[in-house]
């Protein structure tokens, strides 16, 4: 995960939005926060855990000028990430659903 969110962090596309909305330094406070919340999300989504009870389509309603271009990239770097942390099996699972979401989100917010 900090993998991903330094990756993203650092790239021209993404990392605007993450970083008006939690700030540059993975180690702080929010972002500490919403690494947490996104190891709840990701435990409930693989694994069937309760874990997380937050608000999904909420919380990309507020990412301003977020675009159809944002979740390619979003894709090709969790992608790429996935596969170097994980074995086939289970990257492919993460994979799965990061791609299931990213059409909802197009399909939610109409982008
Ligand atoms: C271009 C793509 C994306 C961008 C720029 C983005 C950005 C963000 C930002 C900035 C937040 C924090 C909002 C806040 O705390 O105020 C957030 C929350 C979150 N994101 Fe994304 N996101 C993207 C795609 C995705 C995808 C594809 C998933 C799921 C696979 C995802 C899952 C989540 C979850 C679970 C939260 C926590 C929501 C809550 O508050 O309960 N995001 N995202």
Same mark, same amino acid.
């Given at each position: 995960?900090? *993998?991903?969110?330094? %990756? &993203?962090?650092?790239?021209?596309?993404?990392?605007? $939005?993450?970083?008006?909305?939690?700030?540059?330094?993975?180690?702080?406070? #929010?972002?500490?926060?919403?690494?947490?919340? *996104? &190891?709840?999300?990701?435990?409930?989504?693989? *694994?069937?855990?309760?874990?997380?009870?937050?608000?999904?389509?909420? &919380?990309?309603?507020?990412?301003?000028?977020?675009?159809?271009?944002?979740?390619?990239?979003?894709?090709?770097?969790?992608?790429?990430? &996935? #596969? =170097?942390?994980?074995?086939? #099996?289970?990257?492919? %699972?993460?994979? =799965?659903?990061?791609?299931?979401?990213?059409?909802? $989100?197009?399909?939610?917010?109409?982008?």
């Amino acid at each position: 995960m900090t *993998l991903f969110y330094n %990756r &993203a962090i650092a790239d021209s596309e993404l990392g605007p $939005f993450f970083i008006h909305q939690l700030g540059d330094d993975i180690k702080n406070e #929010d972002w500490i926060e919403h690494i947490e919340l *996104l &190891a709840d999300f990701w435990l409930a989504e693989l *694994l069937g855990l309760k874990t997380y009870k937050g608000n999904i389509y909420g &919380a990309h309603i507020k990412v301003p000028h977020i675009n159809r271009e944002s979740f390619k990239k979003w894709i090709e770097l969790f992608t790429t990430s &996935a #596969d =170097e942390v994980y074995v086939p #099996d289970i990257s492919n %699972r993460f994979k =799965e659903r990061g791609m299931f979401f990213s059409e909802e $989100f197009i399909r939610y917010l109409k982008i």
